[in-house]
DNA sequence: GTCTATACTTTGATAGAC
DNA sequence: GTCTATCAAAGTATAGAC
């Protein structure tokens, strides 16, 4: 939003145009031709601002797709009354996003990791840290709302998961079916863990 | 087993290739020309016994294996005590799997979803087609187990989709930990329903 | 039906003019 | 730094000998 695309600058334009290409056809997928053609930049700016090749671009893209999704996710947290309403609306607003958008965009980390989890280090690891974020940021959150560290940790990693899991499902099958099923329970599940506290 | 891959037949040798190299490199990561190399098959035999191409091999290669991990994960639930223990060795299973290949081998239906739900109509649906196969596999079990139909499928839905999403996200990090908490979590999520239910 | 050779396209990558 | 031309390799697909 702060940058329109015909202001930024060729690196930017490159970087946002290879991160929706991802969304839509994964790592093999997205070719570099395709990418230059949609930022507008000459086919030799790839090696200039990437010199480490469409590998190097792929794990730049996936560090910035990953920090834009935790801001997302976080900035649903904060505008929810509650911990277990964060966690309603974020299931809620990704099936908003799939309806509005015609299921036409995945989660590019997720795809790209199972893409290349066997294929190439560098992006496996690349994935593997934002998974790491995510998680860690999601478990501040549950600390916050007075879980101690490990059910913090665990409740993360399982609304994270559940989330992946059913935005693949609801994808593939074009219903949102999945990602309301899978809010409603993992709403549920934190709603109990809480109760089950001993301040609360 | 029955059938070794030196007495197989060249179309069923191609079909066994093909589902290996999807769970490693995923549909477009995988090229006709491995696909015949790891099969022993000359060239022009994909094409004698698939006239539609690698998309047409693609489809019945989603179908072969989503109906031979519905079989696999049917085989667990037998040889389970109840569905509870059942959903426990799901989970436990897979993060086994996952230890023993060293993590080299994904879901090839969740990752042939990802990467082709936007681009290629008949492997979406195609994989769009197993999930509710597994979905309703699942439901029939639930059913089974005392819960009401809605009910059932929706369970379902929340453990597959659980499975799937934790799966990606331990194959990344290489480690179980996320199937680890997500199987404990589903076990709670499915016995917590079981006590609620009317006769149990 | 089996298998080989090849056509055509696209891929990632590089060299070098400007 | 920007941009173009081109490379070698790999992609899918086809033609046709056997």
Chains 1, 2 share one sequence.
Not at 5 to 18: G, H, M, P, S
Request: negative net charge; proline residues 3%; hydrophobic residues 50%.
């Amino acid at each position: 939003m702060a940058t329109s695309a015909a202001t930024a600058t060729t690196k930017e334009r490159i970087l946002d145009a290879t991160a929706a290409l991802f969304m839509r056809y994964g790592y093999t997928g997205t070719g570099l031709k395709q990418i230059v053609a949609d930022a507008n930049a000459p086919f030799g700016s790839v090696y200039h601002h990437f010199p480490g090749g469409k590998e190097a671009l792929g794990v730049e893209v996936i560090h910035r797709s990953g920090a834009m999704y935790e801001e997302l996710v976080m900035s649903v947290f904060d505008a929810a009354d509650d911990i277990v309403g964060g966690v309603r609306d974020c299931f809620a607003g990704a099936a908003e996003v799939l309806r509005a958008t015609d299921y036409a965009d995945a989660c590019p980390i997720e795809t790209v990791a199972l893409e290349v989890a066997s294929s190439n280090e560098p992006l496996r690891i690349a994935t593997a840290e934002v998974f790491e974020r995510w998680t860690a940021a999601a478990s501040s959150r549950f600390s916050a709302a007075g879980f101690d560290a490990p059910a913090a940790r665990e409740l993360a990693i399982f609304v994270i998961s559940q989330l992946e899991g059913a935005f693949v499902h609801a994808r593939a099958s074009r219903t949102t079916e999945a990602l309301d099923v899978a809010g409603k329970i993992a709403a549920t599940v934190v709603e109990a863990a809480l109760r089950d506290l001993p301040v609360s």
